[in-house]
């Protein structure tokens, strides 16, 4: 009896709650389907960017189906980086998901790291020690086969090397102090060091890094050129003048990380007590203009980028400065704000970019009639270089005519003007 109780009572209805329950779960499973549906076609039906501006880099397209592709598992893992990063909405879900995880307490973002005062800093290099003595190497063979010129290096610390007192508490962040002083070191006899860390850090409580880009401010680039303008025999320096041409930067790191709460200010400096005209010369577009300044980027993402349009594989600077004088600068991004501040003292300016430059350098030495060449990096950039040494190991030393030092500039109508060479630079004010 107690048995066919127990039966009966074993078979009781489900109560309305529980049947309520199934009823909900049901409907968030079918929901979140239909979701992932319609996700699914509207990532297949959007056309994919091959560029993110936001993120200033290019996009994974989709993977070509190959047989070998799939066997490998080569095509399933590229395929996963297409849809991530044609994903629908991809910038607006990065900055919700970032605003959820740092309210839970999570202080690194897709390598970036988040420190006090809305400091951003970036993910330091691990030097590879192979390709660091290949280009240290490269580099000593390079001033043995032109013994004539002054050379100097300046490397240039990242953020969090400089502004310690911002990073959050434990973070782990390299000596790149060390780094540096390990990469220079076999270099030290045949080049001029100058002193970019010390120099930033007497002034780490000031505007020297971007908050939310990997490079430093023309600020920081001007405290380090005012140190090193006597090593370069550089003297009576002249003043500058500050224009603030944008407050609404927000740079690698912010759209990196999806952390998108502060914005920069970026600066520029015109050498207003000297009356030195320049032209700059693009040889990659054929382009030739009376300002470093690139006023335009200004409208795009990149304001960083105001600074030349960004980099080049070559570009010359000729100026009135008449003073003997020309640069070599091999050089990352990190050249591109402390440029400004040299212009008054030398007759040309040679920028290299060995990421994209493949003629002769040593042809260019001689070309220009080159006296000093400088090394200028970020050290995130140089302790992983794999293109410097290629660029130096490929040089001749083929002697060519320089080439005529009249500065012009181009007007609307096609004639020249020697008085319109700062015309262009008077924009940003």
């Given at each position: 009896m107690e048995k066919n109780k127990r039966k009966k009572k074993g078979r009781r209805k489900p109560s309305r709650y529980s049947i309520l329950k199934k009823r909900?779960?049901?409907?968030?499973m079918k929901g979140a389907a239909a979701i992932a549906v319609i996700v699914f076609v509207v990532n297949l039906v959007t056309p994919a960017r091959t560029f993110s501006e936001n993120e200033n880099r290019n996009l994974a397209?989709?993977?070509?189906?190959?047989?070998s592709a799939l066997a490998d598992g080569s095509f399933f893992s590229d395929y996963t980086t297409y849809f991530a990063d044609q994903f629908f909405l991809r910038d607006a879900w990065t900055t919700l998901n970032f605003k959820a995880q740092y309210a839970a307490g999570k202080r690194v973002f897709s390598g970036v790291t988040v420190g006090s005062s809305g400091q951003l800093f970036g993910e330091q290099t691990v030097p590879d020690e192979e390709a660091n003595t290949r280009t240290q190497e490269a580099i000593l063979s390079f001033c043995e086969d032109h013994p004539d010129?002054?050379?100097?290096?300046?490397?240039?610390?990242?953020?969090?090397?400089?502004?310690?007192?911002?990073?959050?508490?434990?973070a782990q962040m390299r000596d790149q102090g060390a780094d540096i002083a390990a990469f220079e070191?076999?270099?030290?006899?045949?080049?001029?060091m100058l002193d970019a860390l010390s120099v930033l850090k007497e002034h780490s409580e000031e505007y020297i890094y971007y908050k939310t880009d990997h490079h430093w401010t023309s600020l920081g680039a001007k405290y380090v050129f005012d140190e090193a303008a006597s090593t370069l025999g550089i003297e009576n320096t002249v003043s500058y003048t500050e224009y603030w041409v944008s407050d609404s930067f927000k740079g690698t790191l912010s759209s990196r990380s999806g952390d998108q709460r502060e914005t920069d200010s970026v600066a520029v400096y015109d050498p207003s007590s000297s009356d030195v005209r320049y032209v700059v010369n693009y040889p990659d577009s054929g382009t030739k203009k009376a300002t470093i300044?690139?006023?335009s980027a200004l409208e795009a993402k990149d304001h960083y980028t105001v600074f030349?349009?960004?980099?080049?594989?070559?570009?010359?600077?000729?100026?009135t400065a008449n003073n003997g004088r020309s640069i070599l600068i091999f050089k990352d991004s990190y050249a591109n704000s402390f440029i400004q501040f040299l212009i008054p003292y030398y007759d040309r300016i040679i920028l290299v970019d060995p990421r994209y430059y493949y003629d002769d350098v040593g042809t260019a030495l001689n070309t220009y009639g080159i006296s000093d060449v400088m090394f200028l990096y970020s050290a995130d950039t140089l302790l992983s270089d794999t293109v410097l040494a290629d660029t130096l190991e490929a040089s001749g030393s083929t002697p060519e005519e320089a080439p005529d030092t009249e500065v012009v500039t181009e007007d609307n109508s096609g004639e020249t003007s020697d008085e319109e060479n700062t015309e262009d630079m008077d924009s940003v004010e």
């Open positions: 909900h779960h049901l409907l968030l397209l989709r993977p070509a189906f190959s047989i010129i002054n050379y100097y290096m300046l490397v240039a610390p990242d953020a969090a090397e400089v502004l310690t007192d911002l990073l959050p508490k434990n070191e076999p270099l030290a006899g045949r080049i001029q300044f690139e006023t030349f349009g960004g980099n080049h594989p070559l570009v010359e600077i000729s100026t």
